[in-house]
């Protein structure tokens, strides 16, 4: 099975500030790696698939990018409404396994 | 709107059995699995298993084969996923949150997700 490892496991940021999330896969997953976006008491929603093509409704300011076994999510300009946890997941094969997550904190 | 609606929290004592629900909504089942991921509490996110409605064909994960059953209902405007369980366990305690997959059996990408079932199993 594919190991999928998030860092850091805990971000504190402030609004308008920039940053980036990291995905490692434990062998090469090609571009086959999707974000998903979970705040509480909502349902998760797919950011990023395909390591870099946005979902419908996502908005710009998501960027997601890597291949092979490294990935990067990066948010510019930090919303209010972005602070949740931040999931990577690889679907390269079955079982199709998650990372840790991110959670994305207001400093 | 496309939607996965799930059944209710359900608490349950070690032994007993139990079957939520998913239902979906606003799409055509074509091309489409319908499936469990499990978020047990502190742990990570991990798939249960997951159906085809057109043809009821499933997945198990490893870790679920033996312990869980996935069936479903279908209609004419869409369907009705099931995960039962005939023998709850402690551990079986956690969310698990309806999904739908895009792709084939052996490769696939969550593209909607449902509110979650909570499911606790205590005595």
């Known amino acids: 099975e594919i190991v999928m490892t998030q860092s850091p496991a805990t971000l504190s940021v402030s609004p308008g500030e920039r940053v980036t999330l990291s995905c490692r896969a434990s062998q090469s997953i090609g571009d086959s790696l999707a974000w998903h976006q979970h705040k509480p008491g909502q349902a998760p929603r797919l950011l990023i698939y395909d390591a870099s093509l946005r979902a419908t409704g996502v908005p710009a300011r998501f960027r997601g990018s890597g291949s092979g076994t490294q990935f990067t999510l990066t948010i510019s300009g930090l919303q209010s409404e972005d602070f949740a946890i931040y999931y990577c997941?690889?679907?390269?094969?079955?079982?199709?396994?998650f990372g840790q997550g991110t959670r994305l904190d207001i400093k | 709107e496309e939607r996965l609606v799930q059944s209710g929290a359900a608490v349950r004592k070690p032994g007993n059995s139990l079957k939520i629900s998913c239902a979906t909504s606003?799409?055509?089942?074509?091309?489409?699995?319908v499936g469990w991921v499990r978020q047990r509490p502190g742990k990570d996110l991990e798939w249960v298993a997951f159906?085809?409605?057109?043809?009821?064909?499933?997945?198990?994960s490893p870790s679920f084969r033996s312990h869980v059953t996935l069936s479903v209902d279908r209609a004419t405007d869409g369907a009705t996923a099931f995960l039962q369980w005939n023998t709850l366990e402690a551990s079986d305690t956690g969310i698990y949150y309806c999904a739908r997959r895009k792709g084939s059996s052996w490769s696939g990408l969550i593209d909607l997700w449902g509110l979650g079932t909570q499911v606790i199993v205590s005595s």
């Open positions: 606003g799409f055509s089942l074509t091309g489409y699995w």
């Open positions: 997941q690889h679907y390269k094969k079955w079982p199709e396994s």
């Open positions: 159906i085809y409605p057109r043809d009821s064909d499933v997945r198990y």
